[in-house]
């Protein structure tokens, strides 16, 4: 597997890591616990290096198994977290945005424990909280930095002014913001701000939650514990709407004798050096085919056409974050 630096950093990962929350929550029932503790395993064989996971996912039970996961092979791999939600420790459910110092840190605490490591490799901010400056936010990372209990400080969802803010504080390492064929807001300010300050970019979702693989269609039903039930971008008529995109990945798969989620990762890898994708599975085979795209080359041609003929599509119905950036 190849490695990439996010950023002007030290943090070096695999060129593509594995995002984790799928094998817990939101989408569908969650999978045999001990099956997906086998996965990441097989993923560190395979040469991933970075795996993203956070408190909120579950909540909590996402970090206990790859805390688990990971364990025999700690000082082999790079974990990323998340804080930023109020979490009801008896039902487990979720509150509000909670950026406030305090709360940081009782946070990364537990983190550590579910993740049983004396340090987070990478630890972003999971949602802007407009209550607390962002200045703040960094300045208590950067407390915890110089503590040992967390290496290099990121930042989720976040815009171009509030990434320069937390940057003025303390280097941020890495944003991790939506990025993809059907989602490329970033463009427009974050990704030149991350290159003009030299932060890493870690597309989630890069798949588009499984659409841009051309394994859903616009008839395809969701169970109710699956985000995508809900989501104004798998609406029936949106997922119809939006099938040229999947069209034009087969075609271009056709050719390079590979499969639309590779051409869909492929092409975020070839958009700078310091993108690395996050795709999500809860299969082997799945995990195979995502870690196969970082072999894939699209030629500056094939690049021109993919853009020219995204340019045209018009991409029905709103992300489905639940929230919007803040600056």
Same mark, same amino acid.
């Given at each position: 597997?190849?490695?990439?630096?996010?950023?002007?950093?030290?943090?070096?990962?695999?060129?593509?890591?594995?995002?984790?929350?799928?094998?817990?929550?939101?989408?569908?029932?969650?999978? #045999?616990?001990?099956?997906?503790?086998? +996965?990441?395993?097989? &993923?560190?064989?395979?040469?991933?290096?970075?795996?993203?996971?956070?408190?909120?996912?579950?909540?909590?039970?996402?970090?206990?198994?790859?805390?688990?996961?990971?364990?025999?092979?700690?000082?082999?791999?790079?974990?990323?977290?998340?804080?930023?939600?109020?979490?009801?420790?008896?039902?487990?459910?979720?509150?509000?945005?909670?950026?406030?110092?305090?709360?940081?840190?009782?946070?990364?605490?537990?983190?550590?424990?579910? +993740?049983?490591?004396?340090?987070?490799?990478?630890?972003?901010?999971?949602?802007?909280?407009?209550?607390?400056?962002?200045?703040?936010?960094?300045?208590?990372?950067?407390?915890?930095?110089?503590?040992?209990?967390?290496?290099?400080?990121?930042?989720?969802? &976040?815009?171009?002014?509030?990434?320069?803010?937390?940057?003025?504080?303390?280097?941020? &390492?890495?944003?991790?913001?939506?990025?993809?064929?059907?989602?490329?807001?970033?463009?427009?300010?974050?990704?030149?701000?991350?290159?003009?300050?030299?932060?890493?970019?870690?597309?989630?979702?890069? +798949?588009?939650?499984?659409?841009?693989?051309?394994?859903?269609?616009?008839?395809?039903?969701?169970?109710?514990?699956?985000?995508?039930?809900?989501?104004?971008?798998?609406?029936?008529?949106?997922?119809?709407?939006?099938?040229?995109?999947?069209?034009?990945?087969?075609?271009?798969?056709?050719?390079?004798?590979?499969?639309?989620?590779?051409?869909?990762?492929?092409? +975020?890898?070839?958009?700078?050096?310091?993108?690395?994708?996050?795709?999500?599975?809860?299969?082997?085979?799945?995990?195979?085919?995502?870690?196969?795209?970082?072999?894939?080359?699209?030629?500056? #041609?094939?690049?021109?056409?993919? #853009?020219? &003929?995204?340019?045209?599509?018009?991409?029905?119905?709103?992300?489905?974050?639940?929230?919007?950036?803040?600056?």
């Amino acid at each position: 597997m190849q490695k990439r630096k996010l950023g002007n950093s030290r943090l070096e990962v695999s060129a593509v890591g594995l995002g984790c929350m799928g094998m817990s929550v939101n989408y569908g029932p969650p999978p #045999d616990r001990q099956e997906m503790i086998a +996965l990441i395993r097989a &993923a560190v064989d395979r040469g991933v290096t970075f795996f993203d996971t956070a408190e909120i996912y579950g909540p909590f039970t996402n970090e206990e198994l790859v805390g688990e996961g990971l364990a025999p092979f700690r000082d082999q791999v790079v974990i990323a977290t998340k804080f930023g939600f109020d979490i009801d420790l008896e039902t487990r459910q979720r509150g509000g945005l909670n950026s406030r110092p305090e709360h940081i840190r009782q946070a990364v605490e537990a983190s550590l424990r579910r +993740l049983r490591t004396e340090a987070i490799d990478l630890l972003y901010q999971h949602r802007v909280d407009p209550n607390v400056p962002i200045e703040d936010v960094a300045g208590t990372v950067k407390d915890l930095i110089a503590e040992g209990k967390v290496r290099y400080f990121g930042l989720s969802e &976040a815009g171009a002014q509030t990434i320069r803010r937390a940057h003025a504080v303390h280097p941020v &390492a890495a944003v991790q913001n939506e990025y993809s064929l059907w989602a490329r807001d970033s463009e427009a300010e974050v990704l030149p701000t991350c290159e003009e300050l030299g932060i890493g970019f870690v597309p989630w979702s890069p +798949l588009g939650q499984g659409f841009l693989t051309g394994k859903v269609d616009a008839v395809m039903t969701f169970h109710t514990s699956d985000v995508r039930s809900w989501f104004p971008r798998f609406t029936p008529d949106a997922r119809k709407a939006n099938q040229p995109i999947v069209d034009l990945l087969h075609d271009i798969a056709g050719r390079k004798k590979a499969t639309l989620a590779q051409i869909a990762l492929a092409w +975020l890898l070839a958009q700078k050096p310091w993108i690395v994708p996050i795709p999500g599975t809860r299969k082997l085979h799945r995990l195979d085919e995502n870690l196969g795209a970082a072999a894939i080359e699209l030629t500056s #041609d094939d690049l021109f056409e993919i #853009d020219a &003929a995204i340019s045209k599509i018009k991409v029905q119905g709103a992300r489905g974050t639940g929230r919007e950036r803040y600056g």
